[in-house]
């Protein structure tokens, strides 16, 4: 089955820094991969996905780059704010016949003021 | 974006009891359902996958007695933690899928279950 590793698993920076969070998958049928941000006891929220047919997506200060080739993809946030603390998640999924979702074990970003 | 609503979102119970948790797609149809468990600070687990009318999916290792599951329509799946012990006590979040050759998954807002 699909293994996906996710790192850091913390990751802090200040206001206004950037932050890179990477994963890899290993089943190379994978071809979705959604970004998930998770609050404290809240439900995960997706922020961003990409398509194994593209490159690099992005939205306002989020991007999503992926590699098939080095089979690794990786979120990306300019000017962090403290708004931005949360966990965050990534996710590989390789279609057949129904979506499963398999979750790198999350970073948690700490955004300081 | 497709809204999954959950019930309860929080409930305490005595050891031995058990508890039934409802997901439900409220603007879409969901012919295919997930059950994930997350403990503190981990990330989630995906227990079982739920499909409208047939037999639900389990993960290797989560009990099938145990962890009822029934999705009989195509907006409600039930998870029914039987005879429940202090160690699940856990977050489960269920998450929905409408029919699309890439599903994006939408989660419902949890359930804290705490067992006594």
């Known amino acids: 089955g699909e293994n996906v590793e996710q790192h850091p698993s913390t990751l802090s920076v200040q206001e206004g820094d950037s932050a890179v969070i990477k994963c890899t998958y290993s089943d190379s049928a994978s071809n979705y991969f959604p970004w998930y941000k998770q609050e404290l006891g809240k439900r995960p929220q997706l922020i961003i996905d990409?398509?194994?047919?593209?490159g690099e997506k992005k939205d306002q200060r989020i991007a999503v780059t992926l590699n098939k080739t080095a089979k690794h993809f990786s979120l990306h946030i300019t000017e962090t704010q403290p708004e931005d603390s949360a966990v965050y998640f990534c996710a590989a999924v390789a279609y057949s016949g129904y979506s499963t979702l398999t979750f790198g074990k999350g970073t948690m970003l700490l955004v300081s003021p | 974006g497709a809204v999954v609503s959950q019930h309860p979102s929080r409930v305490i119970c005595k050891s031995g009891t058990s508890v039934k948790i409802e997901c439900r797609s409220l603007d879409f149809q969901a012919t295919t359902m997930f059950w994930y468990r997350q403990f503190p600070k981990k990330s989630l687990m995906l227990m079982a996958t739920?499909?409208?009318?047939?037999?639900?999916?389990?993960e290797q290792g989560v009990e099938k007695d145990k962890f009822l599951i029934n999705h009989a329509s195509l907006t409600l799946s039930t998870l029914t933690v039987t005879s429940a012990h202090p160690e699940d006590s856990s977050f489960y979040i269920c998450s929905a899928s409408p029919p699309s050759p890439y599903n994006e998954q939408f989660f419902g807002p949890g359930t804290r279950l705490t067992v006594l």
């Open positions: 990409i398509r194994s047919n593209v």
């Open positions: 739920s499909n409208e009318g047939s037999k639900a999916t389990y």
